[in-house]
T-cell receptor, first 115, second 113 residues
Framework: GAGVSQSPSNKVTEKGKDVELRCDPI?????LYWYRQSLGQGLEFLIY????????KSGLPSDRFSAERTGGSVSTLTIQRTQQEDSAVYLC?????????????FGPGTRLTVT | GQQLNQSPQSMFIQEGEDVSMNCTSS?????WLWYKQDPGEGPVLLIA?????ELTSNGRLTAQFGITRKDSFLNISASIPSDVGIYFC?????????????FGQGTELSVKP
């Protein structure tokens, strides 16, 4: 079946502009996660959505970062007034939720470059 | 943010050799996962572990959930060139809010034919 998809695959933007990154989770997965991966580093948790519950935003690095999940499916991560340190690969993952054992499946990522 | 201590950071081995890498934490985890990431791709799940002491295999890969719940290791036997990539451990803590995973820094594996 279809895996997690993300768009765009690459995004180059100027410092100060806003960007939107999109994630389509695996059908039937109730949990959705956003992570950030800087060059040569592990993954850093950003935000987690589970069903209709309030999202866990504890990993968002600043108030310039926000995310929405509409209809329990597609999610959009928005970065306002981008800075050069925001350059990274943004990865989305989905899972079956609390009953699914924690196995998260990742999309291919969006590589963001802020110039 | 918090990360697991993963070692080694990189390995250069000959094709056919066995590989071992591990992750440790100061906190207890209730789930350990091992992922492989190829350049330009997202991480791909290799093995999932849910019980202390659990030993699980997936082909030439074997992983164990440490008895103390604070560590895990991954072994690759008889390595082949397509094993090249970055391997990440990831864990979910007991009482962790939500299902977020905490990741190690990765082990970059290079295999010489």
């Amino acid at each position: 079946g279809a895996g997690v998809s993300q768009s765009p695959s690459n995004k180059v933007t100027e410092k100060g502009k806003d960007v939107e990154l999109r994630c389509d989770p695996i059908s039937g997965h109730t949990a959705l996660y956003w992570y950030r991966q800087s060059l040569g580093q592990g993954l850093e948790f950003l935000i987690y959505f589970q069903g209709n519950s309030a999202p866990d935003k504890s990993g968002l690095p600043s108030d310039r970062f926000s995310a929405e999940r509409t209809g329990g499916s597609v999610s959009t991560l928005t970065i306002q007034r981008t800075q050069q340190e925001d350059s990274a690969v943004y990865l989305c993952a989905s899972s079956l939720g609390p009953s699914g054992g924690g196995e998260q499946y990742f999309g291919p990522g969006t590589r963001l470059t802020v110039t | 943010g918090q990360q697991l201590n993963q070692s080694p950071q990189s390995m250069f081995i000959q094709e056919g050799e066995d590989v071992s890498m591990n992750c440790t934490s100061s906190s207890i985890f209730n789930t350990w996962l091992w992922y492989k990431q190829d350049p330009g791709e997202g991480p791909v799940l290799l093995i999932a572990l849910y019980k202390a002491g659990e030993l699980t295999s997936n082909g030439r890969l074997t992983a164990q959930f440490g008895i103390t719940r604070k560590d895990s290791f991954l072994n690759i036997s008889a390595s082949i060139p397509s094993d090249v990539g970055i391997y990440f451990c990831a864990g979910r803590r007991i009482y962790n809010q939500g299902g977020k995973l905490i990741f190690g820094q990765g082990t970059e594996l290079s295999v010489k034919p």
